[in-house]
């Protein structure tokens, strides 16, 4: 199993950014699919989530700015990140998660937002 997260950088307040997880060794299209974030000294904590079904939730820092999506075609889930703040800079997280078969983690993805 393997989920690979990419698409972060280095991007001024007010930019965006697309991340992507591209997921393999699952059956995609069964796991609800999240995104989490820990910055420097935090904890980790959930951003967005997706069902297999499609249904989306998101933590209230990131609602009206973040969209979660998802290709089972692609086996990849997407975070759209508009708006950016500084205290948006953390390392990201994709976790595949399924009642049957417990979650995986992917590697993070760094996303810094300064001028």
């Known amino acids: 199993v393997q989920l690979q997260a990419s698409g972060g950088g280095l991007v001024q307040p007010g930019g965006s950014l697309r991340l992507s997880c591209a997921a393999s060794g699952i059956i995609f299209s069964i796991y609800d699919m999240e995104w989490y974030r820990q910055a420097p000294g935090k904890q980790r904590e959930l951003v967005a989530t997706?069902?297999?079904?499609?249904?989306?939730y998101y933590a209230d820092s990131v609602k009206g700015r973040f969209t979660i999506s998802r290709d089972n075609a692609k086996n990849t889930v997407y975070l759209q990140m508009n708006s950016l703040k500084p205290e948006d800079t953390a390392v990201y997280y994709c976790k595949g998660q399924s009642s049957w078969y417990g979650g995986y983690w992917g590697q993070g993805t760094q996303v810094t937002v300064s001028s």
């Open positions: 997706i069902s297999s079904g499609g249904s989306t």
